[in-house]
């Protein structure tokens, strides 16, 4: 009797000190209607609140990285629809300069591959491609660890998302891809109008079929990209003469192909293309529009435009209408100065 009081005593004790485990809270990923299912596997990686925060933090944390000041969100500013453009290419530790402008990160559930070249094909395990390359974030996974297990804060966010304290390469990533997989763009003026909720202006009506007859092949409705790789006629890059997908399959037929990014947001993603050589959507469009074909660029530029001034004027237009404010100025998304957890400035050494 004395044995069963003092175990209920035991088990009032830990009730009371909170070491109870609570069950995480699931989040529901809604696909619009009439949208793609998604090739994210939510299934096999489902998202929760507590893993959610836990990768919104780690995005937003520079002890990434090796020199405790980059962070992912370095790179992919929410107010630049998750992109950057200060720099035409990114910049990592030590101020080096990447080769690549930072691509926006919108929509990637639906994607099949990442990076310019489409180097990954696993939204889980493309966050270790930049924390590992020497020119963005110059860390190792195995460095990352340790640091995250040793600070103050992390493993018990690690224990609330999966269970138990541990910190692995493995929860790190899959944390960070149930941050990044939120990063929804569905509720801009064009979606309003598809739903039937909103009109696009007579000039924005213009702009929308000059885009379904000139641009819609590559940057397909309702997600604004094929998510394929096209060759665009840009000339090669003199300073990194980035020769784009053939880096990734060695075929010859992938010279300058890059990946079709999604014209979402496109007024806030500036700078344009791979090397970030546009400054402004109009120099964007008006390369389009003055492109010569030749016999290795996408067939669906082969074709010249010719658009008028006005037409041009419309089509800029249209393209405003897929502006997302809900997601560039989600609260849930957003970086506070709590976001990252150590809570101690970036005066935090390598273990």
């Known amino acids: 009797m004395r044995t069963k009081s003092i175990f209920l005593f035991v088990i009032v004790i830990l009730l009371t000190l909170g070491f109870t485990q609570k069950s995480p809270t699931p989040i529901y990923f809604e696909v619009p ?29 520079p002890y990434l990285s090796s020199d405790g000041m980059v962070s992912c969100a370095s790179c992919h500013f929410q107010g630049n629809a998750f992109s950057h453009r200060d720099h035409h290419a990114s910049h990592g530790v030590g101020d080096k300069m990447g080769t690549r402008n930072s691509i926006a990160l919108v929509n990637l ?13 696993d939204l889980v395990k493309q966050p270790a491609n930049p924390i590992t390359n020497p020119d963005e974030m110059n860390e190792t ?3 990352v660890i340790a640091k995250l297990s040793k ?30 997989v939120m990063l929804k763009s569905t509720d801009s003026k064009y979606d309003k109008v598809m739903r039937k909720e909103e009109n696009f202006t007579a000039e924005e009506s213009h702009g ?19 998510n394929g790789f096209e060759n665009n006629g840009l000339p090669i890059d003199t ?20 990946k079709v990014p999604s014209l979402r947001n496109s007024y806030y993603s500036a700078d344009y293309m791979h090397d970030g050589r546009f400054s402004e959507l109009k120099e964007v469009l008006n390369y389009y529009n003055s492109i010569e074909p030749n016999k290795k660029i ?20 249209f393209l405003g209408t897929l502006i997302d404010k809900s997601l560039m100025r989600n609260l849930k998304l957003a970086y506070t100065k709590d976001t990252y957890t150590e809570r101690e400035g970036l005066n935090r050494m390598k273990p």
Not at 33 to 52: A, R
């Open 239 to 258: 300073v990194f003469k980035d020769m784009g997908r053939m880096k990734i399959t060695n075929n010859s037929k992938d010279a300058l192909k890059f």
């Open 298 to 317: 996408a067939s669906q530029l082969k074709k010249p435009m010719n658009l008028s001034n006005d037409d041009i004027e419309h089509l800029y237009l």
């Open 109 to 121: 559930a639906w994607s099949k591959n990442f990076m310019w070249d489409g180097a990954i094909t």
């Open 208 to 226: 929308y079929s000059i885009f379904k007859q000139k641009c819609a092949s590559c940057h397909t409705e309702p997600l604004f990209t094929n």
């Open 141 to 143: 996974m195995e460095n």
């Open 33 to 61: 209607k009439g949208w793609p299912k998604p090739t994210y596997d939510f299934k096999k990686n489902p998202i929760t609140e507590e893993s959610f925060q836990l990768g919104k933090s780690l995005f937003y944390d």
């Open 151 to 180: 600070s103050k804060q992390y493993p018990n966010l690690f224990h609330n998302a999966f269970g138990s304290s541990e910190v692995t390469k493995d929860r790190i990533l899959l944390a960070l891809s149930h941050f990044l």
